[in-house]
């Protein structure tokens, strides 16, 4: 099953933003753009940390990664912050945003994947999975 066939079947739909919103202006319009397409669950990766500390705002420890449910009757059962990923649990399936910065190194990358997935339990049951996980490769040229 696919994420959109998981968003029909629960009735919900989600979105990832490529671009950080860390302006107000550029908030405002992505704003203005997830109240119009109906979007349920809004994960940024680099966020204004200054416009993510209301109740609505799901973040991870450092606020690197930080999820919004725009959609009031969206009822969240446990939400989990970890250390770059945020893990929201909602009826019939589990969120899990993730942020990892490109200025780490391999072994460092390799932890906090390890980390992001044994912040998981059980990895039983329906997940969308959605991240903004800056690895390095020789293959595309840069520096490991």
């Known amino acids: 099953m696919d994420v959109d066939d998981m968003e029909k079947d629960e009735g919900v739909s989600s979105d990832q933003l490529g671009s950080s919103p860390t302006e107000t202006a550029a908030h405002n319009f992505t704003w203005a753009e997830i109240l119009a397409n109906g979007i349920d669950i809004v994960a940024f990766s680099e966020p204004n940390k200054k416009l993510c500390v209301s109740n609505n705002w799901f973040t991870d420890k450092n ?78 040229g840069s520096p490991i």
Do not use: E, H, M, Q
């Not at 446990?78 to 770059?84: E, F, H, M, T």
């Not at 929201?88 to 945003?97: H, I, N, P, Q, V």
């Open 63 to 140: 606020k690197d990664v930080a999820v919004i449910t725009p959609n009031r009757n969206i009822r969240i059962d446990s939400y989990k912050a970890g250390d770059g990923y945020v893990r929201l649990k909602l009826k019939g399936f589990t969120f899990l945003a993730a942020y990892i910065s490109p200025n780490i190194g391999l072994d460092a990358f390799k932890l906090k994947i390890d980390a992001l997935f044994r912040g998981t339990p059980n990895r039983v049951g329906k997940y969308i999975i959605v991240g903004d996980l800056d690895a390095k490769s020789a293959s595309w």
